[in-house]
Nanobody, 117 residues
């Protein structure tokens, strides 16, 4: 069982930046970030594979957010720039047992990101 622990959330003004981190207790493959705003369903933000660092982004964050990973540290990062109030949400880290296909089996507890206007 892999445990995921997120950190780096907080309060930031619109236009600012934050970097989220997610540390895994063991080896993981595809890792992703999701978010859930109040009253809304959880949505995909970004993902990265282990084998070749291939990335995928939601259209809403493309060009503003960057996902990266450090495999020896079993850690994934989400660099968020040009933040908007609509980015306010709880951000969750998730991991799969494989790079392609399957579902996100492991989830973190989430970290709050609040963007003020």
């Amino acid at each position: 069982q892999v445990q995921l622990v997120e950190s780096g959330g907080g309060l930031v003004q619109a236009g600012g930046s934050l970097r989220l981190s997610c540390a895994a207790s063991g080896r993981t493959f595809n890792m992703g970030w999701f978010r859930q705003a109040p009253g809304k369903e959880r949505e995909f933000v970004a993902a990265i594979t282990r084998s070749d660092d291939s990335t995928l982004y939601a259209d809403s964050v493309k060009g503003r957010f960057t996902i990266s990973r450090d495999n020896p540290k079993n850690t994934v990062y989400l660099q968020m720039s040009s933040l908007k109030p609509e980015d306010t949400a709880i951000y969750y880290c998730a991991a799969k047992d494989r790079d392609i296909g399957g579902s996100y089996r492991y989830w973190g507890q989430g970290t709050q990101v609040t963007v003020s206007s």
